[in-house]
DNA sequence: GTACTTAGTTTAGACGCTAACCAAACTAAA
DNA sequence: TTTAGTTTGGTTAGCGTCTAAACTAAGTAC
């Protein structure tokens, strides 16, 4: 526990309350159902202590009793573990083609994933007033579902590619043609549930925070770099999101060096201009839906059509600079290859990762390890969740209800 | 008071202290004395917690009173003020030209600044075991200086260029041609003080903690860019270092786009290239000292020399999108121009600011405002001061003695 | 059945914050 | 000069939370 905000911000004992309810739930949530006794013992808590804890989160709905654990000699303890049945929490992921929501039970455990196509017209202020509203819907679809199921739901976030204020304005998407929208105002408006959690944030910050939960190890600075829509990067670094000043982090699609209208990382490692290289024929409009044309990619590739393995070398290449940016200016422990890139890793690694370890300042030493995402197209919405999830296992408890 | 340690870090008692003498002291850190009845009003403290905090303060040395403060109507108060006289902290900053030595107080007033050249010899095993030794030898000076005034040394912190491990150890410095030497290690050996807190962390990220302070709000995020050797960058945000997985952060140099040996940020933007540029006819090997051909750029272009102008600006230019990488990365409030920038500002700073803009992705709304250091060439040193005393004001108080 | 081992609760105590009260020290006004 | 009002700073009682130690509970070992 260690004062994080400069501004001067009392403590008193709910906070110690508070980080010590947040280490219980994090013992759980890392090491599964447990005894009080053996938490006790590994985090360092007073048996007592614990069982205080322990008793106000059974209380709260968070954790439940599942059983004996009489593994030894000696009396066997009572298992406990984490009660998904209480409450769940809810993320939605916006791209160009399509909206996905998916919902998470407290426990962690998946609930729902529903996709609906989600199309873009050409007018953008049309586009926008259209899109809040099968947002909105989709939302409270997902959310009367778990309700029905009995639980209440924590908090709804939505994933969105490019800068989102952390007030909950997207303040430019190119993907989806928006600027200035005032997401979080809209759907709260739409759902009409003032006491609901209602977030916006980037989808790759997002998918980020969900390879965290994946990996485990909530102390790894990790990057996770989506290719969605552009190039988007979400960084977590000493166990929190890298936020900035206004949360535009990680847009390292920009990324250039030379005259006005150089090529941009975007350009050069792109998904987008990947697929246009390697599918020439194809019309470019039907690329607005990505997944079958990187699909599309992947077959020629495992083909050995060589026009399409020297794309995948070149844009892995470019992404490996990208990457080596990246390395050199956050220093990541790991790097998350995600979405469209992991579905092509296979052809894409081996120039990454040689063109980052050529341009990393000391490869052996402080280089970033190069991973692919298991977590698929929806790893921000998976992350939408996941966001509320985290706020109670750091101690913000939901409100008695 | 919040959980930042994602491993399990159980809180107690001692922490909501820590945290609140914490917050007493930052309060009279930023806003000057202050009675015991305004720190309770404007932090929201209690009174009388606040009196048993600004005890045991006084009885640290950390505060004394300073007599009466009666301003307005009713009792006056007696005024709290930082105690400097019993602590004081050291700074060194290693650069390939020379070393520097600064010491501060706890109340933030400099004690001391020297100055010493260092010449790295060709051998470079040679030149690290001279340096490192001139460098304790330095410490050891400056330590003994404070003692002399009846100050305890709270720490001394070494900044150096390059990649330096949270350990102490230089990874790699090619400014001083250094690599894997544990500096911290050995220090610790010559000065043979096994209580002393000895740390070693990079120049840029020392200097960004001075600005931060130095700027006086201790939420900003900031960004400070160095040009002293290649070109680094120390990023604080949410009010704390960047540290990455091993402290290798900020390496803005290396950053390159295109094939294998493009040029980098460093050759494009560098003060190095910059100075080679603007001086054709000097001896390159004179440069090993930026400082005195920095100026001799400076008045060259204070006269108005066209080639020295197209210089700076093509630097500045550069410059400009090495910091919208940064911009568009990590989203900083403000942005650093350090030492030898801040010295060439008047003429780099209109095309970085140009180019700055054309490469974020959304300049009104999140672009970073570029400033220039007030701190010359000696902010990193004041960095490696201002470390300790930021660790007590976050509540690690020094042990009694 | 007795001894041993481990789990979880109870009890006593310490610590540090809060709220309420009180004395001190000053100004303002009668 | 007195009296009322205001603000400071300290004191006391009470409360919440953690810890240590004792105690009860529930199993295994022999």
Same mark, same amino acid.
């Given at each position: 526990?260690?004062?994080?905000?400069?501004?001067?911000?009392?403590?008193?004992?709910?906070?110690?309350?508070?980080?010590?309810?947040?280490?219980?739930?994090?013992?759980?949530?890392?090491?599964?159902?447990?005894?009080?006794?053996?938490?006790?013992?590994?985090?360092?808590?007073?048996?007592?202590?614990?069982? *205080?804890?322990?008793?106000?989160?059974?209380?709260? =709905?968070?954790?439940?009793?599942?059983?004996?654990?009489?593994?030894?000699?000696?009396?066997?303890?009572?298992?406990?573990? +984490?009660?998904?049945?209480?409450?769940?929490?809810? %993320?939605?992921?916006?791209?160009?083609?399509?909206?996905?929501?998916?919902?998470?039970?407290?426990? $962690?455990?998946?609930?729902?994933?529903? &996709?609906?196509?989600?199309?873009?017209?050409?007018?953008?202020? %049309?586009?926008?007033?259209?899109?809040?509203?099968?947002?909105? /819907?989709?939302?409270?679809?997902?959310? *009367?579902?778990?309700?029905?199921?009995?639980?209440?739901?924590?908090?709804?976030?939505?994933?969105?590619?490019?800068?989102?204020?952390?007030?909950?304005?997207?303040?430019?998407?190119?993907?989806?043609?928006?600027?200035?929208?005032?997401?979080?105002?809209?759907?709260?408006?739409?759902?009409?549930?003032?006491?609901?959690?209602?977030?916006?944030?980037?989808?790759?910050?997002?998918?980020?925070?969900?390879?965290? =939960?994946?990996?485990?190890?909530?102390?790894?600075?990790?990057?996770?770099? *989506? $290719?969605?829509?552009?190039?988007?990067?979400?960084?977590?670094?000493? #166990?929190?999101?890298?936020?900035?000043?206004?949360?535009?982090? #990680?847009?390292?699609?920009?990324?250039?060096?030379?005259?006005? #209208?150089?090529?941009?990382?975007?350009?050069?490692?792109?998904?987008?201009?990947?697929?246009?290289?390697?599918?020439?024929?194809?019309?470019?409009?039907? &690329?607005?839906?990505?997944?079958?044309?990187?699909?599309?990619?992947?077959?020629?590739?495992?083909?050995?059509?060589?026009?399409?393995?020297?794309?995948?070398?070149?844009?892995?290449? &470019?992404? #490996?600079?990208?990457?080596?940016?990246?390395?050199?200016?956050?220093?990541?422990?790991?790097?998350?290859?995600?979405?469209?890139? /992991?579905?092509?890793?296979?052809?894409?690694?081996?120039? !990454?990762?040689?063109?980052?370890?050529?341009?990393?300042? !000391?490869?052996?030493?402080?280089?970033?390890?190069?991973?692919?995402?298991?977590? $698929? +197209? &929806?790893?921000?919405?998976?992350? %939408?969740?996941?966001?509320?999830?985290? =706020?109670?296992?750091?101690?913000?408890?939901?409100?008695?209800?």
């Amino acid at each position: 526990m260690k004062t994080t905000r400069a501004d001067p911000q009392p403590a008193d004992f709910t906070d110690v309350r508070a980080t010590n309810l947040a280490v219980v739930l994090r013992h759980l949530r890392a090491n599964g159902p447990s005894s009080r006794a053996s938490i006790a013992a590994s985090t360092g808590l007073n048996k007592a202590t614990v069982s *205080s804890l322990t008793g106000h989160l059974i209380e709260q =709905r968070l954790l439940r009793e599942t059983g004996l654990s009489g593994n030894r000699i000696g009396r066997p303890g009572t298992a406990l573990a +984490l009660d998904g049945s209480a409450y769940a929490a809810i %993320g939605l992921q916006v791209a160009a083609d399509r909206l996905t929501a998916l919902a998470l039970d407290f426990a $962690g455990d998946q609930l729902l994933l529903w &996709h609906r196509a989600l199309a873009l017209p050409g007018d953008p202020a %049309g586009a926008a007033g259209r899109s809040v509203s099968a947002i909105a /819907a989709l939302a409270q679809r997902a959310a *009367s579902r778990v309700r029905q199921q009995g639980r209440q739901v924590l908090g709804i976030t939505v994933a969105v590619p490019g800068l989102v204020e952390e007030g909950g304005t997207v303040r430019l998407s190119p993907p989806l043609g928006w600027s200035d929208l005032d997401l979080r105002g809209l759907l709260s408006g739409s759902l009409r549930q003032p006491d609901l959690d209602i977030a916006v944030a980037n989808q790759a910050s997002l998918a980020a925070l969900a390879e965290l =939960r994946h990996n485990g190890d909530p102390r790894l600075d990790l990057t996770y770099v *989506s $290719g969605a829509s552009g190039v988007e990067a979400g960084i977590v670094a000493d #166990g929190r999101l890298l936020h900035g000043a206004r949360g535009f982090t #990680g847009q390292i699609g920009r990324f250039t060096l030379g005259p006005a #209208g150089a090529p941009t990382l975007a350009d050069l490692a792109g998904i987008e201009p990947l697929v246009r290289r390697a599918l020439p024929g194809s019309d470019p409009e039907s &690329h607005t839906d990505l997944a079958p044309a990187v699909e599309e990619v992947a077959i020629r590739a495992r083909t050995g059509d060589p026009a399409t393995l020297a794309a995948l070398r070149d844009t892995g290449g &470019h992404l #490996g600079q990208g990457l080596a940016l990246l390395a050199n200016l956050v220093n990541p422990e790991i790097i998350v290859l995600g979405d469209h890139y /992991a579905a092509l890793a296979e052809w894409i690694l081996p120039a !990454a990762e040689a063109e980052l370890a050529r341009n990393t300042l !000391a490869p052996a030493a402080g280089g970033a390890r190069l991973t692919t995402s298991a977590l $698929g +197209l &929806h790893a921000a919405a998976l992350g %939408g969740a996941v966001s509320h999830l985290d =706020r109670i296992d750091t101690g913000s408890l939901p409100a008695r209800g």
